[in-house]
Each structure stands twice: as structure tokens, then as C-alpha cells.
């Protein structure tokens, strides 16, 4: 069974920074494309992100490019998303999801806040 459970959701202020996890079991981890979504107050899921099997991340949209980092660790089937600078646009439910530009399937979310 695909199990995708990410964290580090929370409280930030505006121009600050948090890192994202999700770990994924279930499946082959090292060699599978993985990707990031998100879900803005109001909004429909969008993808903000997929980094491949040996972690590179061959694009961003507009919305988080510049700002915005993925990595992974296959040893620890983890990825990662790094935010910067964030915004009050940026308050989201953030997901990993399974497979490259994907929204789905994705885990339950991690709840970012951004706000002074």
C-alpha cells in the first residue's frame, strides 16, 4: 500500500523559511519521480514541483520558482521542500504526491501558515 506522510507544516512569518518532509513507503522510493502540490485557501490543488529519481528538479511554476527547493534522500525515502521568503499567498496545504507532475495520489497535507 502507497503511504505518502508529510510534516514540518506550520506557523512562519512573511520573508521566512521552512523545510517540508514527506516520507513514502510502499512502493520503489529510489526510483520513482515524486512531487509536490499545494492547496491555497479556496483554491484547487496546484503542483509546484516533481524531482526525479536522482533529485533533480527540472522545474518550478512562476508562483515558487526562486524560492522554492526540492531534494530528496532515497536512503531514508524522503523528500524534501524547501520554502524561502515566503509570502501570505504562500498559506497552503502542502502534499507530496506520487509520480512526476502529479497531484495524485498524495498524502493527508502539512499545513503551512504565513502570517506576522
Known amino acids: 500500500e502507497v503511504q505518502l506522510v508529510e510534516s514540518g507544516g506550520g506557523l512562519v512569518q512573511p520573508g521566512g523559511s521552512l523545510r517540508l518532509a514527506c516520507e513514502g513507503s510502499g512502493f520503489n522510493f529510489g526510483i520513482t519521480a515524486m512531487s509536490w502540490a499545494r492547496q491555497r485557501p479556496g483554491k484547487g490543488v496546484e503542483w509546484i514541483g516533481t524531482?526525479?529519481?536522482?533529485?533533480?528538479?527540472?522545474s518550478y511554476p512562476a508562483s515558487v520558482k526562486g524560492r522554492f527547493t526540492g531534494s530528496r534522500d532515497n536512503a531514508n525515502n524522503m523528500v524534501y521542500m524547501q520554502l524561502n521568503n515566503v509570502t501570505a499567498a504562500d498559506t497552503a496545504v502542502y502534499y507530496c504526491a506520487l509520480g512526476p507532475n502529479s497531484i495524485s495520489p498524495r498524502g493527508q497535507g502539512t499545513r503551512v501558515t504565513v502570517a506576522s
Open positions: 524531482i526525479n529519481s536522482a533529485g533533480i528538479v527540472s
